[in-house]
């Protein structure tokens, strides 16, 4: 079984829509995939219409949070989206997005980067316009060269020149929320440490005693010392290990299922959700 548990669509700043990343899970061999774009379930329902037979599709949304001053993503699995109380924080998040995306192009702007924001919100589209969009801007500009070449103290990363902050949850409050929709939480790329600041293993742990499900290890920002680190820390605390791609489509170089889950890890996700089931094509036909 080869089970992808972190995507992103159209819906907020993958290049794939819903309907094509299902379609292309499936011409990878997937036999899971989880979409999990940012603080937004919008994509859910094309992917489900658009999903191939042999598929399972894993619904999910990766939250904005912040902790210490630190930037973190919290990975949501399997959580009733129609829960009042997580639905109203989502969209929290997303309504701060369209000013803080403004905010960001004008501090370039000041820095004699030729960006727009009417541009930006073309690239954005129908998604959850966000620092990816922005970045692309950026490389139609000839400023960078890549997208993850914004992402640093220069520009857009999280103590660059030209960052924004925007409404984060606080990764305690998260939990809570996920719980109470009857999700599953992993803490995203912990220690990629090549985005900004990390949390200490010390929060991770404070996390994990609050009811964090796990971390996320095997992922293309974590090289092999510290997918060891990880790991000993995810044995050391009780907690689950996953893997997985964070697939942008043509924003980011990885490919799906780049880096898979373990399918009894993948099992026991699903043994701890009560908010949602995963579907197959076979199931919404």
Known sequence: MRIDLHTHSTASDGTDTPAELVRAAAAEGLD??????????????AALRALPPELTLVTGAELSCRLGG?????LAYLFDPEEPELARERELVRDDRIPRAQAIVRRLRELEVPVTWERVAQIAGDGAVGRPHIATAMVEAGVIATVSDAFTSEWIGGDGRAYVGKHELDPFDALRLIKGAGGVAVLAHPLAAKRGRCLPESAIAE????GLDGVEVDHMDHDADTRRRLRGLATELGILTTGSSDYH????????GENTTDPEVYAEIVARSSGAEPLTGLTVR
């Open 207 to 210: 996390l994990a005693a609050a």
């Open 32 to 45: 899971v995939v989880a979409l999990t774009d940012h603080d937004t379930v919008a994509g859910h329902v």
């Open 249 to 256: 489509g043509t924003r980011k170089t990885c490919r799906l």
């Open 70 to 74: 630190v930037s973190l993503h919290m």
